[in-house]
């Protein structure tokens, strides 16, 4: 990929999060930066800026309304892969009222009450992953925390909590990490998420439509056929692409992130064993150092924009920051790249801020806050089968997490 001139190259496979992260603040408060396949973008470096960036008004989430480069998107054949991220029509790339009438359909279902009623089945899931976890870790066998624990937790969770059949679960994991990898910005790669996206969420439509169940998929669809106007077709299945994938996706690496932290430090995880340190605490620490999502494409300047000295035309993109903002030292101080969970910095960005605030934020934390403790308390010898900077990041500028997280489970 040629880099323009003035534009810094973000890493598409996101190698070095924090290193790139302060590289980008040394550039100012807000650079700009090409996404991968060229994309021109705008990337705020500072906690305080991207607060301020996303609370404006005058900052959208519609492509089609404010994105001055929307008309030549098919121009430019890499430029793809954004369609996944803005071209599906459902909360997260809609402004105003538009917005406001797609949460309404989903975001009761994730009050803390309704979080709540589901606690026992999450825990149920645990108990009977931490069974598995511990048969394929039996003498001392090097076992994959996340593949077995981290990652079906959440999955099955949502899964259930959408109806989403056994034989589907494969191809919407897929689907999802296809979604995730930035690495890849071919046409081919873009055309394959579109394909999936249509078959695999179609396939889930089409067999709710015949087997209608006490499910959120079923649910969404009698809103549809009730009142289009409320949920459009192709809403409807954009809406389950969001829901569902960032409903598993994003609580797969807060719980290995964390888990991936702890062990790292031996210190802090007897900390938190003790008491002195809550496990609530872990979780924010977790989430200001390592957020799940890293980055976020896109947001659109409706107006120009100040930003110190800079100005954001009006039309321009905006990507949001969270691991920038989350490590930045005016904010958090001098030691902000280092995981400290006694440090009790709960202000972190990561579930986002304002109308488009994370709708799964409780249950996100009611799953790493049944799954880590149990995790921990099953096996007191927990010890990792990794090196220092041996765990390889997932090949992706927007989702932070581990690919693999080997451990023993008995020392
Ligand atoms: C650790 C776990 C999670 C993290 C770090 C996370 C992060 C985020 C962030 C940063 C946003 C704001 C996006 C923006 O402002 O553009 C967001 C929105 C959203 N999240 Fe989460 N999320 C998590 C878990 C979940 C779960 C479990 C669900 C589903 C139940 C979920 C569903 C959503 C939805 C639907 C939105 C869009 C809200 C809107 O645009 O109005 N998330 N999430």
Redesign the pocket.
């Known amino acids: 990929m040629t880099e323009s001139p003035g534009r810094f190259a973000l890493d598409p496979f996101g190698s070095d999060i924090p290193a790139e992260s302060a590289k980008l603040r040394d550039l100012g408060p807000i650079v700009p930066v090409e996404l991968p396949g060229g994309i021109p973008a705008w990337a705020p470096t500072r906690y305080d800026v991207l607060k301020e960036l ?1 609370l404006d008004p005058q900052v959208s ?1 519609d492509p089609r309304l404010h994105w001055q480069l929307w008309p030549e998107i098919g121009e430019h054949p890499s430029w793809g892969w954004i369609l996944g991220w803005v071209g599906v029509v459902n ?2 790339s809609t402004y105003g009222g538009n ?1 406001a009438r797609l ?1 309404k359909l ?1 975001a009761p279902s ?1 009050t803390l009450r309704r979080t709540e009623a589901m606690r026992p089945r999450v825990e149920a899931i645990t108990a009977d992953l931490l069974d598995a976890l511990e048969s394929a870790g039996a003498d001392g066998r090097v076992v994959d925390v996340k593949q077995l624990f981290a990652h079906p937790l ?1 999955m099955r969770m ?1 899964c259930e909590l959408f109806g989403v059949p056994q034989e589907l679960r494969e191809d919407v994991v897929q689907l999802i990490a296809a979604m995730m990898d930035t690495s890849d910005p071919t046409p081919e790669h873009a055309a394959f998420v579109q394909e999936r996206i249509g078959t695999v969420l179609g396939s889930l439509i089409a067999h709710k439509t015949q087997h209608p169940g006490d499910d959120m998929t079923t649910e969404l669809i009698r809103v549809r056929d009730e009142d289009g106007d409320r949920l459009a077709d192709e809403e409807l299945l954009y809406t389950l692409l ?2 569902i994938g ?3 996706e ?2 797969v ?2 719980i290995g992130n964390a888990v991936a932290a702890l062990l790292r430090d031996p210190g802090q995880l007897a900390a938190v064993r003790s008491g002195a340190v809550s496990w609530d605490a872990v979780i924010d620490e977790t ?1 200001r150092v390592h ?3 890293a980055s ?1 494409p896109l ?1 659109f300047a409706v107006s120009d924009l100040k930003v110190g000295d800079v100005t954001v035309p009006a039309g321009d993109a905006i990507i ?1 920051t ?1 691991a920038a903002a989350g490590l930045d030292p005016a904010h958090y101080g001098g030691g902000a790249d280092d995981f400290d969970a006694a440090r009790g910095a709960d202000d972190h ?13 409780p ?2 934390r009611m ?2 806050l049944t799954a880590l403790p149990a995790l921990f308390e099953r096996f007191p010898d927990l010890t990792p089968a990794f090196e220092d900077g041996e765990l390889r990041q997932v090949p992706s500028f927007i989702a932070f997490g581990w690919q693999e997280i080997p451990v023993r489970l008995r020392g």
């Not at 960005?349 to 934020?361: D, K, P, S, Y």
């Open positions: 996303i989430k909360m997260l917005h949460r989903v994730f959440p949502i969001l829901v960032a409903g598993f994003t609580t690496n807060l989430l957020p799940s999502i976020l947001r949001t969270y960005l990561a579930f986002g801020i304002g109308v488009h605030r994370c709708i799964g934020a249950l996100a799953e790493a």
